[in-house]
């Protein structure tokens, strides 16, 4: 079984920082990319910053240069690294990663519990 566990999330001031993490654990035989994505109630989820197996990443316009994403490969994690955070960034932040498990023969899509991002003006 595979899992995906976050945590970081929070309520911070307008211009302030955030770190969100996410590990995979489990029966883990390789991870490909890695991603955050961010719902608001009422729209669709949305996504925020992917980084593949090889360290390059993507991120939604409305992230650059605020916001950075890594991973620890030894570890399994994910992390989303918030900077200069705006009221609109408030939504609940999920981590998204394809795996394989010691289980499965193809990659799927696994995802975190959620966190929420509360950024006050």
């Known amino acids: 079984q595979v899992q995906l566990v976050e945590s970081g999330g929070g309520l911070v001031q307008a211009g302030g920082s955030l770190r969100l993490s996410c590990a995979a654990s489990?029966?883990?035989?390789?991870?490909?990319?890695m991603s955050w994505y961010r719902q608001i109630p009422g729209k669709q989820r949305e996504l925020v910053a992917t980084i593949n197996s090889g360290g390059s990443t993507n991120y939604a316009d409305s992230v650059k240069g605020r916001f950075t994403i890594s991973r620890d490969n030894a570890r399994n994690t994910v992390y989303l690294q918030m900077s200069s955070l705006k009221p609109e960034d408030t939504a609940v932040y999920y981590c998204n990663a394809n795996i394989k498990s010691l289980r499965w023969d193809v990659y799927r899509a696994c995802w975190g519990q959620g966190s929420q991002v509360t950024v006050s003006s």
């Open positions: 489990g029966s883990i035989f390789s991870i490909d990319a």
